[in-house]
């Protein structure tokens, strides 16, 4: 075989080789499997525990993680559409998540959802399961869920009732009480400087 043969099969085998790991590359990136984000707040920033290791802001968390936080520190956990989370300081739980959903038991501590495209199941202590909505939160060893959004009216309608009834009421019992004779200028005589 002369050199030009040579060259051209040495070609033809690098273009075989090329085209076998782009194909292997391409069904290796399908993979649906979600992730999701760390991110650390408060004054431990290095203190998050994912799976027993140290972890910072930033670090892939996977389904079937257990994320602890220390003393002073709050840990979000950002899973794109499906949602964020995120725990209070001294919480431990043990996360779950698929396209599906959210799912957790909670060890420790507190943990709220921020938003989530379906309700978030986590499992209590106690073996009770809490469902939650964005804007709720379950804290260990309680039985129920509490709502941070206080959206629904609850006892907020009160503060807006004296704040505008307590004026409007102080009004109607001036203007009955004085036979409907209201003197705003007072009794004072009033001297023009010039004449």
Do not use: H
């Amino acid at each position: 075989m002369n050199s030009k043969e040579w060259r051209s099969k040495a070609l033809s085998l690098c273009l075989i080789v090329a085209t076998i790991a782009t194909y292997s590359m391409v069904a290796l990136a399908g993979s649906e499997k979600v992730t999701g984000e760390l991110l650390v707040s408060g004054n431990n920033l290095n203190g998050v525990m994912v799976n027993g290791e140290t972890a910072q802001s930033g670090r892939s968390i996977f389904s079937s993680s257990t994320i602890a936080t220390p003393e002073n520190t709050n840990a979000t956990i950002n899973l794109g559409k499906i949602g964020n989370i995120k725990l209070a300081p001294n919480t431990t739980l043990a996360l779950s998540f698929s396209e599906n959903g959210i799912n957790g038991e909670l060890l420790a501590g507190t943990v709220s959802v921020l938003n989530a495209e379906n309700k978030v199941n986590i499992k209590m202590i106690s073996g009770e399961i809490v469902t939650l909505n964005a804007g709720e939160s379950a804290t260990a060893g309680s039985a129920k869920a509490q709502d941070d959004d206080k959206n629904d009216g609850g006892g907020a309608w009160f503060i807006w009732a004296l704040v505008l009834g307590g004026p409007a009421a102080g009004i109607i019992l001036a203007a009955t009480t004085s036979n409907n004779d209201l003197n705003l200028g007072g009794g004072t005589t009033v001297v023009s400087p010039s004449r």
